[in-house]
């Protein structure tokens, strides 16, 4: 990133440097990645408003909020980034639907279990099915998503889980997944 740093501040490989810069300190130091993310999104603001990478920047921003901590911070901004991916590129867009699947994670996590099973069941799941395939990775973790959402759910009834499993089209104990064939151990 050093190397960009030279150019003038409207460059726009400048700009995208100082996004992968605070990339790779996130995992690490997501605290110090937070003000490079910041710097990113007003770079991107001022230079490149109709740009579709600051709303990827700003989505990273919201998990490196997240991370620290700052749930309530990270919430709202992954609201308005899942907003502007989808005004950006449609419902059925990967990206648009990954955003949504952390926008349905930070709900969780704040104990938002209503409204984010609803998210992922009523919204995000029947899209992702659709424009990705049952078979997606993205689409398979929405599932998870429901999963753990369902069970997790402090104030979900024995009665109200199966409603819901019923709902989402869960049955598990016709799974493939956890139906092993005759013959066969775990590890083949």
């Keep these: 990133w050093k190397t960009y740093l030279g150019r003038p501040e409207m460059d726009e490989t400048r700009c995208s ?3 992968v810069l605070a990339g790779g300190i996130y995992e690490s130091r997501p605290e110090q990645a937070i003000p490079v993310f910041e710097a990113a999104v007003a770079l ?3 230079y490149f408003s109709g740009n579709a990478s600051i709303t990827a920047i700003q989505g990273n921003l919201a998990l490196c909020l997240d991370k620290v901590g700052r749930r309530d911070e990270a919430l709202v901004l992954q609201r308005q980034t899942y ?5 950006l590129f449609g ?12 926008l349905a994670i930070s709900m969780l996590k704040h104990g938002l279990w209503v409204e984010g099973t609803s998210f992922v069941r009523d919204q995000l799941l029947p899209v992702a099915r659709q424009s990705l395939g049952a078979d997606h990775s993205l689409t398979l973790s929405l599932s998870h998503h429901i999963a753990w959402a369902l069970t997790d759910n402090p104030e979900h009834t024995r009665d109200e889980l199966r409603l819901d499993q019923h709902r989402c089209g869960v049955d598990a104990t016709r799974s493939s997944q956890h139906r092993r064939r005759p013959g066969r151990s775990r590890d083949h």
């Design 83 to 87: 907003a502007k991916m989808v005004a």
């Design 44 to 46: 991107h603001r001022r």
């Design 17 to 19: 440097a100082i996004g």
């Design 91 to 102: 419902v059925e867009h990967e990206n648009a639907i990954r955003n949504g699947s952390n």
